[in-house]
């Protein structure tokens, strides 16, 4: 029979009676409810901008299982403990992709402020606001389960989080932003129309837009 392995985005295991332990295998899952979260926005919304982070995520999560492959370092002994020792540990995929989708959130907030600068214009309800923040202590608990539970040393963490961040800048700024410049075009192309996609990514509170639209008789 050939080798079985897990599937490592979200296998996870923790000590007994360990209530610490339980979150931190909760804050393990984390990266995979991006994944999922993300999906059911674009195909909820069908937001242009939700795709591109789609992608991002993607190619972000192929270039670390690439490093990994390549850097080929062991994980901890501790990952005896939760029985994963036959794959690599350098970088952390799971802080990767934490701190990608953080990096993504929190620049294109920024973008979104910047373009209502010097405005009346609310950018984004109390409740958008904090779905923003919140990444930032989402991803310190991704990372800090990672090496609490044993599967990964404090230094494969470390790589990960800086990987997310510097590959969810380049997305950012490199592919998301210059992209953004063909939205208007793609939502008025016939398969635009036809797939009803959007770009709502500079508007200032695009919930408020769509509650008074709904509210309109």
């Known amino acids: 029979m050939p080798f079985m392995?897990?599937?490592?985005?979200?296998?996870?295991?923790?000590?007994?009676?360990?209530?610490?332990?339980?979150?931190?295998?909760?804050?393990s899952l984390m990266p995979f409810c991006v994944i999922v979260a993300t999906f059911g926005a674009f195909f909820a919304r069908r937001e242009l901008w939700d795709l591109g982070l789609l992608v991002g995520i993607l190619a972000n999560e192929v270039l670390a299982q690439f490093l990994k492959h390549v850097i080929d370092e062991p994980r901890p002994d501790s990952c005896a403990l939760v029985d994963f020792c036959k794959t690599s540990g350098m970088p952390s995929s799971h802080a990767s992709l934490a701190w990608f989708a953080c990096s993504i959130a929190v620049l294109n907030f920024r973008r979104r402020a910047a373009a209502h600068l010097g405005t009346q214009n609310r950018v984004l309800d109390s409740f958008g606001k904090i779905l923003v923040m919140v990444h930032v202590p989402i991803a310190l608990a991704v990372s800090t389960s990672r090496v609490y539970l044993g599967y990964h040393s404090f230094a494969q963490v470390a790589a990960g989080s800086v990987l997310g961040l510097v590959a969810g800048a380049a997305w950012?700024?490199?592919?998301?932003?210059?992209?953004?410049?063909?939205?208007?075009?793609?939502?008025?192309?016939?398969?635009?129309?036809?797939?009803?996609?959007?770009?709502?990514?500079?508007?200032a509170d695009p919930e408020n837009v769509a509650r008074k639209a709904l509210a309109a008789p």
Do not use: C, N, Q
């Open 5 to 27: 392995k897990p599937f490592s985005l979200t296998y996870v295991r923790y000590p007994v009676d360990d209530v610490f332990g339980f979150f931190a295998a909760l804050a």
């Open 172 to 203: 950012h700024f490199f592919v998301m932003v210059p992209f953004a410049s063909l939205f208007t075009t793609l939502e008025t192309s016939p398969l635009g129309e036809f797939l009803g996609i959007r770009d709502s990514s500079l508007v």
